[in-house]
C-alpha cells in the first residue's frame, strides 16, 4: 500500500503538467501523505526506536531498549552546524511545566554550548502519558525532556576494564617520541600479563564450542535416542488407555511411584469369565429336590417363628371345636359331643397333651333340620 501511494502512476484525463506539475500537486497531497499532516507547523512524523531503558511517568512501567514509536519530529536549533532534534511526548500540564524534576535533570546534564533544536514527541503505549525527548550532539546521546526517567546504565570504561580508544594527542606522541613508545610498550606488557589467566580461561571456555559439526551431530543424536523413548512412552499409553477406555492423559510415572507401589501387595483378581465358570460349578453341584426337613417350611419369607405374647380365643373368632368321644362315629348323637371353647397353643413347639385337634369342625355328628324332620 505504502509503494502503491508513493508511486501512483494513474494520471486522469484533465491533468496538464505545464498547470499542474505534478501528480501530488493535482490532488493537493504530500508525497508523504500522513506523515506530513503536520509539516505545516514543522512537525514531521518519524519511526522513532528508544535508544536505552526508561520509566514511563505516567504508569511508572518499564519500556525497553529498542521498542518503537510513532514520534513527531521537530527542529528547535542547532549545535554549530548539526541539527539537534527533540523527542517530545504530550503531558499533563504540571509534568510539563518548567519545574518538572524530570526536566530540569535533563537540562543539568547538558554542556551550556548544546541547543536544543529538535525535538521527538511520541506516546507511550501502555498509558496516556506523551514522552518527549531531544538529541545531545555534544555528547552524541540522547536526553529525555519530560514523561520519563532513563535507567541509568552509564558508567566510565576504566572502571569495569572496557578497551579504551586512544586519544589524538596521545597517538600523535606515540607516533614521534621513542622512550614514551617504550614506556607506553612495557605498560602494555604489564597489562597482558595481568590478563593471561583470564584470557585463557575464555579461550578454555571457547574451545568446547570450537568443533560445531560434533556438536551439532551429537545434538542430534541425543534428540533421536529422547524421541525415539517419548514415542515408546505414547505407544504404552495408548495401549492402556485403550485397554481401559480412558481419554484422560496419563501422567508420567514418577520414581516416589514406582516405590510406593513395590510396598503394596495385591491379589491378582478373577477375570469375568473365571467368576462365570465357578457360577456354572456352584449351580450344578445343588441338589435339584428341596429338603425334606420340618422347620423349611417356617425359613420361608414371612413365616418366622414369631410368637403372639397372648392367645387369640376361639370365641372371639367366631371357631367352635367339637372334641370326638369314644363312642363310634355311627352311634354318637348330638349331645355326645362336648363343644369347648379353646385358644390356640402359644408355641407351636410345644404340641396338646391330650389327643390331637382339628382346626376344622367336625361336623358329622350333628344332624340337619330335613333330618330331625
Not at 511520541?122 to 546521546?141: F, G, R, S
Request: charged share 30%; hydrophobic share 25%.
Amino acid at each position: 500500500m505504502g509503494e502503491r501511494k508513493g508511486v501512483n502512476k494513474y494520471y486522469p484525463p484533465d491533468f496538464d503538467p505545464a498547470k499542474h506539475g505534478s501528480l501530488n500537486k493535482y490532488r493537493h497531497s504530500h508525497p508523504l501523505r500522513e506523515r506530513a499532516r503536520k509539516l505545516s507547523q514543522g512537525i514531521l512524523i518519524i519511526r522513532f526506536e528508544m535508544p536505552y531503558n526508561i520509566w514511563c511517568d505516567g504508569c511508572k512501567n518499564h519500556i525497553g531498549m529498542g521498542v518503537r514509536y510513532n514520534a513527531e519530529k521537530k527542529k528547535v536549533g542547532n549545535y554549530y552546524t548539526t541539527p539537534i532534534y527533540r523527542l517530545r511526548s504530550a503531558l499533563t500540564q504540571h509534568q510539563t511545566s518548567p519545574s518538572d524534576p524530570a526536566t530540569g535533570k535533563a537540562r543539568r546534564r547538558l554542556r551550556p554550548t548544546s541547543f536544543y533544536c529538535k525535538r521527538f514527541r511520541m506516546k507511550c503505549h501502555l498509558c496516556v502519558n506523551y514522552i518527549e525527548m531531544q538529541t545531545d550532539p555534544a555528547n552524541c546521546d540522547y536526553v529525555i525532556v519530560s514523561g520519563a526517567q532513563r535507567k541509568e546504565e552509564r558508567w566510565d570504561p576504566q572502571d569495569n576494564e572496557q578497551v579504551l580508544a586512544t586519544e589524538h594527542e596521545e597517538k600523535k606522541k606515540l607516533e614521534t617520541d621513542a622512550m614514551y613508545r617504550l614506556e607506553h610498550g612495557a605498560t602494555d606488557q604489564g597489562k597482558l600479563q595481568r590478563a593471561l589467566p583470564t584470557l585463557s580461561n575464555i579461550q578454555e571456555a571457547q574451545s568446547a564450542w570450537k568443533d560445531d559439526f560434533a556438536l551439532n551431530s551429537m545434538l542430534r543424536r541425543k534428540f533421536r535416542e529422547e524421541k525415539k523413548v517419548l514415542q515408546e512412552e505414547e505407544e504404552k499409553d495408548q495401549a492402556l488407555q485403550a485397554k481401559a477406555n480412558l481419554s484422560i492423559p496419563l501422567v508420567r510415572e514418577a520414581e516416589e511411584d514406582r516405590r510406593l507401589a513395590t510396598l503394596l501387595t495385591y491379589r491378582s483378581p478373577d477375570s469375568y469369565e473365571d467368576k462365570q465358570k465357578q457360577k456354572r460349578t456352584e449351580i450344578s453341584s445343588r441338589s435339584w429336590f428341596p429338603s425334606a426337613k420340618a422347620g423349611d417350611a417356617l425359613k420361608l419369607p414371612g413365616l418366622g417363628t414369631k410368637t403372639s405374647s397372648s392367645p387369640a380365643p376361639c370365641d372371639h373368632l367366631g371357631i367352635v371345636r367339637r372334641r370326638p368321644t369314644d363312642v363310634p362315629r355311627g352311634l354318637a348323637s348330638l349331645g355326645d359331643a362336648t363343644e369347648t371353647p379353646c385358644a390356640l397353643p402359644t408355641s407351636p413347639t410345644a404340641g396338646p397333651s391330650g389327643p390331637p385337634h382339628s382346626l376344622v369342625p367336625d361336623y358329622s355328628g350333628s344332624g340337619s333340620d330335613s333330618d330331625g324332620e
